[in-house]
């Protein structure tokens, strides 16, 4: 928490980080309770740190149904610990850490909490295997319920932030959001000059922060996840601080599906940081390619191979439709006016003086 700044939650050389996770992996549990309105489990460690378990959901070959609406997705542990690692090989470092663990749902859940909801919603399948499911508004029913094998399930454990109390932060509408309904849709999907409108409102008539939401659905458009409703920032860094990319489990669905409609800040707006189009390219090249470079990443983690290689094909391939997206602004308005120099002060508009 103490290398949390204006760009970013740690620096690429904090080693901090490392022992982060390994606490994370090994550390035992010693209290449990329900969080939030998913089937995922606060967690505190022996050390008195926590962690966000989410419980595996899906196998590693499974892909979303294409019949599926984005908000009724499932939720992916293995996508959280994908996206911590693609935030950290994009060079961003906005996700907090994630990694997988393997829990004893009985004796590390079922015997320590005090939760009687979380104790009353655990039992034996025909398999003779130890299962839970959680109340809440979606796919929380006993008919979809997770299992251990019969008592061990792995799933991913994410870093907290820091508390409100010490480090305000507040949850922002996504300007791009989608529409939550069966029907209908918003503005900016019929609408290519969108961006137009957006750059006219206060915070992204100036400084970072229109820059920071490219960054943030390039992000996304490579992990695939449609579901960025709302994005959170700090509020000490004000207008020019860094977005927190936050709650990544409904990436990596679909690896033979690029969803461009991902990209449209990046379409109708025509611009990217300079360091990011640095990251994006060198990333593209043979010898840094980016689904190596997470291969490699990823296998570090207890829980590997975390993806399937159609995934990380997947990711080579979205790399390419983003930097075709941004050759074609650069045919079109020049390089000066697409690539912005990164960390201008706010009163340096980004659609004006760039």
Known sequence: HLGINRYELYSGDDSSIDRLLRDMQTASVIMVKPSGLHLKLALKLQD??????????????????ENFFYFVDFQRHNAEIAAFHLDRVLDFRRVPPVTGRFINVTGEILYLTHNEELRSVFFTSPANNTCFFAKCLYVCK?????????????????????????????????????????????EWEVNPLYCDNVKKLYPYNSGNRLLNIIDMVIFDFLTGNMDRHHYEVFTKFGDDGFLLHLDNARGFGRPSHDEVSILAPLTQCCM??????????????????????????????????????????ALDRRLGQVLRTVGKCVKKLGEPQVVITDFAESSRVTTGNR
Not at 50 to 62: I, S
Not at 158 to 170: F, K, M, T
């Open 142 to 186: 006993s008919e979809y319920a997770v299992c251990g094998h019969p008592d061990l399930l792995e799933g991913s454990m994410s870093a907290y932030l820091p508390g409100l109390s010490i480090a305000p932060r507040i949850s922002i509408p996504n300007p791009w959001i989608r529409t939550y309904s069966f029907t209908g849709t918003e």
């Open 272 to 313: 990217i940081k300079r360091s990011t189009l640095f990251r994006l390219k060198l990333l593209a090249q043979s010898e840094y390619r980016l689904s190596d470079v997470m291969r490699a990443s990823l296998s570090r983690d207890p829980l590997t191979p975390v993806l399937t290689e159609d995934h990380l094909q």
């Open 48 to 65: 008195f740190g926590k962690a966000m378990f989410k419980p595996m959901r899906q196998e590693r070959h499974e892909e979303t149904p």
